[in-house]
């Protein structure tokens, strides 16, 4: 199937690269927006086990510092983690999906800052991710 690129489209194409006016900077806007303070979200894909504790642990005391409510954490599903092929490593926590709450979970000084954890979206099969809820400062 062909798309036809439409005369009305090329010429708006052709006066928007030829317009000198600036875009307008939809992250500061939404920046300035009072809700924009209120969720945050941390993608952590490709970081290792060591990596991924040591910043959710800065992510999580900045977001309680800035009094986040609510955090998304991706932790993906670990459908393509390599733990499967090295005998030396758990089969449960050497997957972020498991090991980040886990390392939440036993860190005091994290769960001191933190309302509720949704450990449902942490055991479902179909999810990457999980959100937390931070208590108020």
């Known amino acids: ?3 036809k690129i439409s005369e009305k ?3 708006d194409w052709k006066d928007f690269i030829k317009n000198k006016d600036k875009v307008e900077d939809k992250d500061n806007f939404l920046k300035q927006n009072n809700n ?3 969720h945050m979200e941390i993608d952590l894909h490709g ?3 060591e990596d991924a504790n040591k ?3 800065e992510f999580i005391s900045e977001c309680y510092e800035k009094k986040i409510i609510s955090i998304n954490i991706i932790t993906g599903k670990g459908l393509r983690s390599k733990n499967t092929e090295d005998p030396y490593s758990s089969l449960d926590l050497g997957i972020l999906k498991n090991s980040v709450p886990n390392f939440i979970k036993n860190n005091p000084e994290l769960m001191n ?3 509720s954890i949704n450990f449902d979206e ?3 099969k179909s999810k990457g991710n999980f959100n937390i809820y931070l208590k108020k400062k």
């Open 1 to 3: 199937m062909k798309n």
């Open 9 to 11: 489209d090329k010429k």
């Open 36 to 38: 924009y303070t209120n």
């Open 47 to 49: 970081y290792s086990l």
């Open 55 to 57: 910043k959710i642990f």
């Open 113 to 115: 800052k933190i309302k």
């Open 122 to 124: 942490v055991v479902s």
